[in-house]
Nanobody
Framework: VQLQASGGGLVQPGGSLRLSCEVSGFTLSYYTIGWFRQAPGKEREGVSFISSRAGTEYYADSVKGRFTASRDAAKNSVSLQMNNLKTEDTAVYYC???????????????????WGQGTQVTVSS
């Protein structure tokens, strides 16, 4: 199983970035998949997820209306379109996959079985 994340970079406040995570070794629809992020000195926090089967989307309050998750079954990949980026979005972003038994737990990393390598997102003027 491998999760390969890409798309991070440096952008000015108000700008956009698109993160991608290519998955190999399992079928996307069998797992909940999405993104956590970790800023220096802070705990890893859930950002956005797409549930297995139904494909329900979840967004942390801090990114609602600005970030959009999508899943491409044909490419076995997920993406995170990040618009109107803020300085507080600066963090290392990690792609993650696993089985979530209770949706209330989705923003904490305890359910994650597989992690991708992090990709740095820096929002700065």
């Amino acid at each position: 199983v491998q999760l390969q994340a890409s798309g991070g970079g440096l952008v000015q406040p108000g700008g956009s970035l698109r993160l991608s995570c290519e998955v190999s070794g399992f079928t996307l629809s069998y797992y909940t998949i999405g993104w956590f992020r970790q800023a220096p000195g802070k705990e890893r926090e859930g950002v956005s997820f797409i549930s297995s089967r139904a494909g329900t989307e979840y967004y942390a309050d801090s990114v609602k209306g600005r970030f959009t998750a999508s899943r491409d079954a044909a490419k076995n990949s997920v993406s995170l379109q990040m618009n109107n980026l803020k300085t507080e979005d600066t963090a290392v972003y990690y792609c993650a996959a696993g089985i979530v038994y209770h949706s209330s737990d989705i923003y904490s990393p305890g359910w994650v079985d597989y992690w991708g390598q992090g990709t740095q997102v820096t929002v700065s003027s």
